[in-house]
């Protein structure tokens, strides 16, 4: 059905476009490159045949696939982003295929030694036969989520060379910036008119996930005293020793390394320390709101204590909220996840319903009024080197697409 060669062209052409974004900017898109691959995609839209393209002065590009019917359907869209994370380069990818996949390890860069594990990594062995594609271990891939931004381009052209296939009007969005939490802070919801969409933004084949990570970010700040060392009993205090002793009162467990499933965790991702002042980036997560509200009034409780302790002001903290657990939104409106496993079975694929260890555009987007559960787009190991997708697998989630719209049509039209 999927033309796999056409699409993985289309995949390769992708990635090799630095889309890397940058949370220490204000702006929207945070990066200029992102630019490249936003007007690239409003061309091929253009070219494909459809219609209603746009892009904004935010680099959200949006359109619109007619539906093929006179039937009353419901509006639905597509979702997927174009930036790739901060944590790790996008620059010069240099895509690598692994054609009929032996089961075994993946010599990533023979001459730097780096090697993709299928003991450490032991999903790829699900992959045996299968197309894999790779980095050379020097840059991220970027599956995460040009491999959902192709699915959704070659559903489109499969569709609209298909005009007997009955469905609604389709849109499509893609966006800048998710991978710093904000892929939806500048989304049209209203000039997007739909009534539901799905971010083809999840990992393994069959995932579909309509519960995520309630999420904030913490910023610390630790003042300390410098004096000269010879001189400095009884007057220098070093802010990075009071830093040490914040990151060790947190509970050890409850990191990302030493949880799963639904538990929260602390993550200190970022540390900057000089004698006079010490900074710490955590993000907190959780999936019950309840939890989550407790971990930041624990970080708040420590501050406190800490500045009694050491003296006022010597703790500076700033808590943020980014976003919230996407299912208080969804469930009352269970039939979009319904329809979404149905599509999988239909194709012969097994649903894999489970939370999200993250957040997609669709956390945001949910509270906004668009509910928007995420299917996979099929990639693994996102923001590293060892970031790999099976192109089977990419194939499989176009046909989700396709199917799912149809699907639509079958069931809600009037």
């Known amino acids: 059905m999927i033309n796999k060669q056409e699409l993985l062209n289309r995949f390769l052409k992708y990635v090799k476009i630095d889309t890397q974004s940058d949370a220490s900017s204000t ?68 895509p690598q295929i692994h054609k009929n996949y032996d089961g075994g390890d993946i010599i990533l860069n023979k001459e730097k030694n780096i090697v993709l594990s299928s003991s450490y990594f032991e999903e790829l062995q699900t992959y045996k036969g299968q197309t894999i594609i790779t980095t050379d271990g020097t840059t991220l891939l970027g599956a995460d989520d040009k491999a959902g931004i192709t699915e959704i381009m070659e559903a489109m052209k499969y569709l609209l060379a298909h005009p007997e296939i009955e469905h ?32 083809m933004d999840g990992s393994t084949i069959g995932e579909l996930e309509y519960e995520n990570f309630n999420a904030a970010g913490a910023e610390v700040k630790i003042l300390g005293k410098i004096v000269h060392p010879g001189y400095a009993k009884g007057k220098m205090i070093n802010s990075m020793y009071i830093a040490n002793a914040f990151i060790n009162a947190l509970p050890a467990d409850e990191v990302p390394e030493k949880t799963e499933g639904r538990e929260g965790f602390f993550h200190l991702t970022e540390m900057k320390g000089e004698v006079d002042e010490t900074r710490l980036s955590y993000i907190i997560r959780d999936h ?94 996102f923001h590293g080197r060892f970031e790999y997708v099976p192109l089977e697998s990419m194939v499989k989630a176009t046909e989700v697409i396709v199917r799912l719209s149809q699907l639509t049509a079958e069931k809600l039209g009037k």
């Open 27 to 94: 702006k929207t898109p945070s990066t200029e490159k992102q630019w490249d691959l936003a007007n690239l995609l409003k061309q091929e839209l253009e070219e494909m045949g459809m219609q209603e393209v746009s892009i904004d002065e935010n680099a959200y590009v949006m359109a619109s696939l007619p539906a093929t019917t006179q039937k009353e359907i419901p509006v639905i869209g597509f979702v997927s982003h174009f930036d790739t994370t901060p944590d790790f380069t996008g620059t010069n990818v240099k």
């Open 288 to 381: 019950d709101k309840d939890k989550f509200e407790a971990r930041k009034e624990l970080l708040k409780s420590l501050a406190s204590q800490f500045n009694d302790k050491y003296g006022n002001g010597t703790i500076v903290l700033e808590i943020k909220d980014q976003y919230y657990n996407m299912r208080e939104k969804v469930e009352p409106v269970m039939h979009i996840v319904d329809l979404a496993e149905e599509a999988m079975k239909s194709l012969g694929i097994q649903p894999i319903i489970k939370p999200i260890r993250g957040g997609t555009d669709g956390s945001q987007l949910s509270y906004m009024g668009l509910p928007c559960p995420n299917i996979f787009a099929g990639g693994h190991n």
């Open 168 to 199: 609604g009007k389709i849109r499509v969005c893609f966006t800048p910036d998710e991978e710093i939490g904000r892929g939806a802070h500048q989304f049209d919801v209203e000039k997007f008119g739909v009534e539901w969409a799905y971010t």
